[in-house]
Nanobody
Framework: QVQLVESGGGLVQPGGSLRLSCAAS????????MGWYRQAPGKQRELVAA???????NYADSVKGRFTISRDNAKNTVYLQMNSLKPEDTAVYYC??????????????WGQGTQVTVSS
């Protein structure tokens, strides 16, 4: 069993910053890609940023230059540094991870979500 536990969400004013963390625990052989998604009310879940085990990153156009994804492979943890936040960044943010339970068995796991609200 694998769990992803997120932290770091909250209420912030426009222009402010937040840092999200997501730690994976359980019967983990290794982790491939990790990522952050978000879902605003009435909208579909969308990719925010992703990072491979080797450190290659991918960002949604709407967050490029403002958000930075990083990971600590030794801690099985992924981070999302969010700067210059805008009201349109308000959403529930979810982390996910492609986890190898054994060499040949991979599953995608999701965190429970953390609310980010950008408002004055």
């Amino acid at each position: 069993q694998v769990q992803l536990v997120e932290s770091g969400g909250g209420l912030v004013q426009p222009g402010g910053s937040l840092r999200l963390s997501c730690a994976a625990s359980g019967s983990i052989f290794s982790i491939n890609a990790m990522g952050w998604y978000r879902q605003a009310p009435g909208k579909q879940r969308e990719l925010v940023a992703a990072i491979t085990s080797g450190g290659s990153t991918n960002y949604a156009d709407s967050v490029k230059g403002r958000f930075t994804i990083s990971r600590d492979n030794a801690k099985n943890t992924v981070y999302l540094q969010m700067n210059s936040l805008k009201p349109e960044d308000t959403a529930v943010y979810y982390c996910n991870a492609d986890v190898f339970l054994t060499i040949g068995t991979m599953w995608t796991y999701w965190g429970q979500g953390t609310q980010v609200t950008v408002s004055s």
